[in-house]
């Protein structure tokens, strides 16, 4: 009788420690850290409708300074930063210079059609039609550059001076 009891007893205490260890807690549900980091760097809202590996990666290039004809973190011009990001977020290589990407690399679209990821073009010096510089289009008319005062930044299309300057939209074809 008393091996019974005891048998009893520990399998007793073994069901009561099994069932105490099986309590359910709801984990709260949170943004992960690093959407939070790449909101913050990039001082906007990146939320999960958005790509999130395009908005990681252009935080990484973020305050990069400029450097005519550069392609590194060291250094980087406008179309070096968008060839590079969308080597490493797409896959893609596209030409070197910014006319380039959108006469041989791109479909033109209108401003309203623009979705992330998509390029954004621009003619800044005397030659109105002659495009030299490119962006990587965001979202809310906000798109990331690599400027000749400030480096990589990100700027809005309703400035005065991008919506002077502006000269299309492209999206990027899909390589056969």
């Known amino acids: 009788m008393v091996i019974k009891s005891r048998y009893v007893k520990s399998i007793c205490f073994f069901f009561l420690v099994l069932l105490s260890s099986c309590h359910v807690t709801k984990v709260p549900q949170t943004v992960p850290a690093s959407v939070k980091s ?12 958005d790509y999130f590996p395009l908005y990681l990666e252009i935080s990484s290039w973020i305050g990069v300074p400029y450097k005519y004809g550069g392609i590194t973190r060291k250094g980087v011009d406008c ?16 030409s070197r210079s910014s006319e380039q990407m959108m006469q041989q690399d791109c479909r033109e679209l209108s401003r309203q059609q623009l979705r992330g990821g998509d390029l954004v073009f621009f ?54």
């Not at 798109?143 to 502006?166: A, C, M, P, Q």
């Open 38 to 49: 790449v909101s913050c760097a990039l001082g906007i809202h990146v939320s999960n409708k």
């Open 123 to 176: 003619a800044t010096t005397k030659n109105k039609k002659k495009i030299n510089h490119v962006g990587i289009y965001l979202k809310d008319n906000l798109f990331v550059h690599s400027t000749t005062s400030r480096g990589v930044i990100l700027s809005s299309l309703d400035e005065n001076y991008y919506r002077k300057t502006w000269v299309g939209a492209g999206r990027v074809k899909r390589k056969k």
């Open 79 to 94: 179309s070096g930063l968008v060839l590079n990001v969308y080597r490493e977020v797409y896959g893609v290589v596209l």
